[in-house]
């Protein structure tokens, strides 16, 4: 396709667009318009207000808001001077970064044995997403306060013991507590087990007929088939799992921003919490790109044999071009040098 | 076309729903400018009531609105503000209730969002002071003539007015503190009750001698069953001097004094005095249920509880079963002399005030009152209390229902309050609880509610470093702290009075000299 001039692209942009264009984008802009209103008011707004509150120290008063500008000074002075707030924050990286594949895995797993041909199969659906309704809110802290957290048939203390004798203590503590808060870990599960349902159920059954004929078993068919299938799921559940961990009433930073926020303290209040919030939300960001990054980098075994072999080709294309280029200027040379006569052979006959 | 108007639709309602969910209400336009109470009122009576109300003649006769925001028992409350609108009709009554949990998240969302109520109530004085909740209502307290009758150290340690001259809260619910001793188990144990004017010392005996854990019917007997801490008790009732927890003399701490009860108490538990606690394996050990609690096993002589577990327990019905003979003795003085006359004594006390909000400050105080200290407020909660049809969610007549003590010395008020109190006891038993509320009105509430700059100070201090657990498991003594928790006590105290209070706060009340003092005590205390 030719490249339009400049004159083409000013007649271009003289043209009007017709009455009945401009209705269907009038039509179109008013509906998504309440979504552009409310992602306004109520994420835009709220994101430029936090940040400036984030810069301020802010006290709340029945005669209005009073404001302070101390520019990083909140940033600062919960780096410096709160040591809560980076103990909590690492316990809650390295929590989340154990918990989300255990999570996600046993929804996998779950999803899978929901989607066999099984007697009473709604029921277990019911069953495995029950917990979304009820973890939410308060119930899921007064459970866990009841110690319905943990699994009891584990010795959750031998478990921890035997961790720590090989893994040093900031690593096995987190491990540990996967195992103290199991029951808890894995009422996360429902939506994500539906997300993949919803995957695998889209799956073409075909193809696992004629995986089989071909002779392959189960285990390959997962590999091959299920799991590039609902990879995209994977990376879907993953960034699920780790906004609802870090968005759960459980969580212990929640707490602790919600704390500043209402706190007595001239230094806290609005501001220092949302400065808080702030330092959350950018760790949050990274651990989703982290997630984002491993997963979208990771390609299946036979994608990563095409990917190679199309590198391949495309290299050997490459460099038979370059020969090609390589030999017509030799060819040009010599006729230069022929004609020239300045070109001899060995054997000083000229001819080649 | 249709699209069109689809859309138009969507985009008018959800504007609607956003104006009509952002809307604030429009305020009441006016106020009062009454800065003083007159004294003077008219007597009035309400249908289907004994009580001739004093009503005060000096309030607006224009139809307001009040908000009451309050973590209080809602039932009790309710009812007294459907009587305070029969007494004044012209006043309608909003209250708004919120657990005690989310009080102050609530609040201050209120306030954020403009819709700050008129009276509140509150237990944490740093966050009322901190956001300029509470407005001076010293003119009305000075000049209103029932203030006089209230307990003794309400005034003379100006409890409510935190340092400064100015008075911004009333006690709003009064829990004295007590000592309940169990005569059934002292007899038992052939001890004999101690008595009534006794001291710190006998009571720490008394835990001692009462503590048989090789006890003949297989069930050890304990001292003390633990709800409050007794070194906060002890904090209070060493001197005469002191007006509030940690040794605090209404200007400085002196932890030291507190040291000294935290040792003992920590010494009562290492020594095995103090009861198992509920949900411990002790407990299970003990009392053969994970669940228990010990006021129930009838092996526990002394008991820290709460006043509201009187009658929000053992006086109940169900407790009849367990064979108790629950009497209550005052909180001992540590001296003998100040054990021999009524002395200060730690309390709970939830404290109210009417807000920076309110247009009508006149109206707001004598509904405060109504609900607080009031002698005609609490005539109506005796009456609401005898009054065993009305009940609370459970069922339970609200006697039974944390029901406070009067913190008025009003005679009247307190001789229909011991009345309806002792109802159904026997002579002796009423004889011990006249002689207990004889002498228990000189409170002293504990600090997060009456010293500026104490909850800051717990909060990033003191529980923050985790002294109560250091101490009790006989890690660290208690003395090995005295001496820096009071420089940070007294710095956090002097900060937050300069911020509240200063010169460059939203009150700005202090004197020269008082903002000389707290400069000088923020300096020193400062490392």
């Known amino acids: 396709m030719s490249k339009m001039t400049k004159q083409e692209k000013k007649n271009r942009k003289r043209v009007k667009p017709g009455r009945l264009a401009r209705r269907e984008a009038i039509t179109g802009l008013l509906f998504i318009s309440p979504w552009i209103v409310g992602a306004c008011i109520f994420l835009a707004y709220p994101l430029i207000t936090s940040f400036w509150y984030a810069l301020n120290n802010i006290r709340i008063t029945p005669m209005g808001k009073s404001f302070t500008f101390v520019g990083h000074g909140n940033f600062t002075q919960i780096i410096m001077s709160d040591p809560d707030f980076p103990t909590q924050m690492i316990d809650y990286i390295t929590s989340t970064i154990l918990s989300v594949p255990i999570i996600v895995v046993f929804a996998l797993i779950i999803a899978m044995m929901l989607n066999e041909n099984i007697k009473g199969k709604g029921f277990f659906r019911l069953i495995f997403f029950l917990p979304v309704i009820i973890v939410s809110g308060p119930i899921l802290g007064m459970l866990t306060q009841q110690g319905a957290g943990s699994i009891t048939a584990i010795d959750t203390q031998a478990i921890s013991g035997a961790i720590e004798s090989f893994l040093p203590h900031a690593l096995a503590e987190p491990i540990s507590e996967l195992f103290e808060n199991m029951i808890t870990i894995l009422w996360y599960s429902g939506v994500q087990i539906l997300i993949f349902l919803s995957a695998l159920q889209k799956i073409d059954r075909s193809m696992y007929e004629a995986a089989k004929i071909d002779g392959g078993s189960g285990w390959e068919c997962f590999w091959k088939i299920t799991l590039p299938t609902v990879k995209p799921m994977i990376l879907l559940n993953c960034v699920y799992t780790v906004v609802f961990i870090s968005n759960n009433d459980q969580n212990a930073i929640i707490e602790l921003i919600k704390g500043a926020m209402f706190s007595g303290t001239r230094e806290k209040g609005y501001g220092y919490a949302s400065a808080m919030a702030w330092m959350y939300s950018v760790v949050v960001v990274l651990i989703v790109c982290i997630f984002a990054v491993l997963l979208l980098a990771r390609k299946d075994v036979y994608e990563r044999q095409i990917r190679k072999y199309k590198k391949q080709v495309r290299k050997e294309k490459r460099l038979a071009k370059k020969i090609g280029r390589r030999s017509a200027r030799n060819a040009k040379k010599i006729q230069k040098a022929r004609q020239k006569r300045g070109y001899k052979t060995y054997d000083g006959s000229g001819d080649y | ?527």
């Open chain 2, 1 to 527: 076309m249709k699209k069109k108007l689809v859309a138009s639709m969507l985009v008018l309602t959800m504007v609607a729903s956003l104006a009509a969910g952002c809307g604030k209400d429009g305020g009441q336009g006016g106020g009062s400018t009454a800065t003083s109470v007159s004294g003077e009122t008219e007597e009035v009576t309400v249908e289907g009531s004994d009580i001739t109300y004093h009503k005060a003649t000096d309030l607006t006769t224009d139809d307001i609105e009040l908000t009451y925001f309050h973590f209080d028992q809602d039932e009790t409350v309710q009812y007294l503000a459907d009587r305070f609108m029969e007494i004044y009709p012209n006043i309608k009554v909003t209250v708004k209730y919120e657990n005690v949990s989310t009080y102050d998240d609530t609040l201050l969302t209120l306030v954020n969002n403009q819709e700050t109520p008129d009276v509140v109530m509150f237990s944490d004085a740093d966050f009322a002071l901190s956001n300029a909740i509470l407005t001076d209502i010293s003119g009305f307290y000075d000049t209103d003539p029932e203030t006089k009758e209230l307990a003794s150290t309400i005034n003379e340690c100006k409890i409510g007015c935190y340092g400064t001259d100015a008075r911004y809260a009333v006690p709003v619910k009064f829990f004295p503190g007590v000592m309940y001793v169990d005569l059934n188990v002292l007899k038992t144990l052939n001890i004999e009750a101690p008595s009534r004017n006794w001291t710190w010392a006998e009571m720490i005996q008394l835990i001692k001698d009462a503590t048989v854990l090789d006890s003949p019917d297989g069930q050890a007997y304990y001292g003390v069953g633990v709800y409050n801490r007794l070194d906060s008790y002890y904090g209070i009732a060493a001197a005469q001097t002191i007006q509030g927890e940690f040794g605090f003399d209404g200007t400085d701490f002196d932890l030291s004094i507190w040291a000294v009860g935290e040792q003992e108490f920590a010494d009562l538990a290492t020594g095995g005095y103090r009861a198992p606690a509920t949900e411990t394996q002790e407990m299970e050990d003990w009392a053969g249920d994970w669940e228990a609690w010990s006021g129930a096993t009838g092996h526990v002589a002394l008991f820290t509880e709460a006043f509201w577990t009187y009658q929000g327990t053992w006086a109940t019905e169900a407790f009849q079963q367990y064979d108790l003979d629950i009497v209550p003795y005052v909180v001992p003085a540590v001296s003998e002399e100040d054990a021999s006359a009524d002395h200060h004594s730690i309390a709970t006390i939830d404290f109210g005030g009417v807000t920076t909000a309110c247009k009508y400050p006149r109206e707001a105080y004598e509904l405060l009152k109504f609900m607080s200290f009031g002698v005609d407020g609490w005539n109506t909660r005796i009456e609401m209390y005898n009054d065993t049809s009305i009940v609370n969610a459970s069922g339970l007549p609200l006697k039974n229902d944390v029901m406070p003590a009067p913190i008025t010395t009003n005679e009247e008020v307190w001789s229909a309050y011991i009345d309806m109190y002792c109802d159904g006891m026997d002579e002796t038993h009423k004889g011990y609880w006249e002689e207990y509320f004889a002498s228990c009105m000189q409170p002293i509430p504990y600090g997060w509610t009456s010293i500026a700059g104490y909850w800051n100070y717990c909060d990033e201090y003191f529980n923050k470093i985790g002294i109560h657990t250091l101490v009790d498991s006989g890690e660290k003594k208690a003395a090995d702290f005295a001496d820096e928790a009071t420089t940070k006590a007294n710095y956090y105290h002097a900060k937050a009075m300069l911020e509240y209070f200063g010169p460059d706060s939203l009150y700005n009340v202090l004197t020269e000299e008082q903002t000389q003092l707290y400069e000088q005590m923020l300096e020193e205390n400062s490392n």
